[in-house]
């Protein structure tokens, strides 16, 4: 009894304190600071990606004067590790211990899945920079949650599209059995099907192993007119280099989304050159925009830029279009969320728009590996926007 | 599936098992012999591919060697890391129970991890292959084999029939097989065996380095490569029978078989196809396949 006695004073204890949080932030919304939590990979294997994220977002709200909409902002930060099993803990630290106003996470899907849901809980603003998980903005999408990178089904179509269009009648698709991995040839199979394309066969393995040889050979018998490939990191390295020694490069040409030749090309060396991929950013696009960002970039932190630095970058863009909207109270959701929807966000990858479901209305490049680079050959898909299947807003 | 198709697939399913037998027969050298379960097999063998990568320019400058000179000055190197390392650890480790050796070895792959880090980044990068290797054969009117897959079957093979060479054939081999039976009697009889020991995990260290720097060519180098081969390897060693030479191979090989079939026939059970492999033999033979001994 004396311990049950003890456990109710505890009890009352702790929801005392946690009304006195709940109330705290409401205090501290005047003209102080914005706390941002970001929650990225600062270790493991997406640790560059990370980093990355970081800066684009810093060199924008460096280039703002260090203030959106007139706050200070203040950065709180979190290494996921990009593992979801500590997901859960790492954004309740950001959302309960340091009190954010808005999140910003992550690379890894499953991760930000988890970061979704905590925020759909809370309420807490969260702007997705990469992962790229259908259901972020599909059904876990909420009136607080934005992304803006991509969503795995946005290059998928794309390129189904575009091969369909360049006379490509028969394909053989392949990837790791993964969520992102099935996203995307779900989202190329839809497309390529729309153009009269023929999907021959889905073949996949277990994530993350790296043996194709047993496949590569299943195409060749198979005799495909092309193949639609997503890998990414050391998969895609070995992926491209098997598909060419093994003589299948010439005879059947090589398609992916942007993630089977993006960072690794000095890995891949010759055996990339010609590979075609969509993504919602290019190497050289030449526009003033981006080549200011690139340059502004590079001069900051002695790196160039890449896709992911872009996609920090305009998370930051979106979080000063929504804060000036509604003059830095973020718990002016609705208001944020419409400030969005009808923003046009100047970003180096050229101008988007953000869909009902809160993932980008983008146009998808068409890309050719030529030399180290992925060279933008034309747009594979105008103003793209995602149907956020199972999204209700 | 025609004829043609399916010896191409055979060929691929072999090739496959003899390379698992490369990265494996070092665990289960150190791991049946010396009875210590070495979680850091994996990080060996990364540190092997990466110095296939990072040992190239350096080596081609130097003393303008090839991919072979590589090999060399890699599996040197490996033998005295493998040596110090034992030094320095596991030779702590014999008496120990298992947990604690699996405490110890998994802080080692932290470390290693951490180091590869350090040193060389966490890119992805790509090693050539030889040029005197880098042809390939016409297999079909679509597909060639790259020359290059065959010399690590053939490295496999010759390893193989070294291995088993040096320890039925040879002095050493009969001490090493002795120790690995009984430690007090043979040290009693006159024998070192902690030189012995420490000569058997420089050995195995020195083939894990060199799986890794064969295999960095066709699978690239990258972080984490070290613990993607590491289950793998625990699982031929347990289909094999743990310590023994003749086991791993056709485990490898039957690996290989289950593996590249489980892809084509049923896909979407690949993934658990070589567990299921292991759970039935290990029901039907609880020891492994040939346990040493």
Redesign the interface.
Known sequence: MFNAQRLSRHFRLAAAAAVALAIAPAHAQGQGKIKVGLMLPATG?F??LGTMIENGFKLYVTEQGGRLAGREIEFVRVDDESDPAKAVDNVNKLIKRDNVDVLVGTVHSGVAMAMARAAKESGTLLIVPNAGADAVTGPMCAPNIFRSSFSNWQPGYAMGQTMAARGVKTAVSISW?YAAGDEMVRGFKEGFEKGGGKVLKE????F????F??????I??T?PDATFAFFA??GA??FV??YA????KR??PLYGTGFLTD??L????ADAEGVMTTLHYADSLGTPRDSAFRLAFAKTFKLQPDVYAVQGYDAAQMLAVGLAAVKGDVSKKREFAAALRAARIDSPRGVFTISPSHNPVQDIYLRQVVGKENKSVGIASKALADPGRGCRV | MDLTTFLIQCLNAVQYGLLLFLVASGLTLIFGIMGVINLAHGSFYMIGAYMAFALTPIIGGAFGGGFFAVLLVGTVLAVLLGYVLEWAFYSYLYEREHLQQVLMTYGLILVLEEVRSLLVGDDVHGVKVPPILDGSLPLGDMMTYPVYRLFISAVCIALAIGMWLVFTKTRLGMMIRAGATNREMVQSLGIDIKFLYRVVFAAGVAIAALAGMVAAPVSSVYPGMGSSVLIICFVVVVIGGIGSIKGALVAALLIGVVDTFGKLVLPSASGVMVYLLMAVILLWKPDGLFKAG
């Open positions: 294997t640790a560059a059995k073949l996949n393995l277990p993350p192993n790296v043996e040889q047993a496949l590569l050979t299943d060749a018998a005799r990191g050391g390295v070995k280099k098997d020694a093994a003589g299948l005879n059947i960072g690794t000095e890995a891949q060396g």
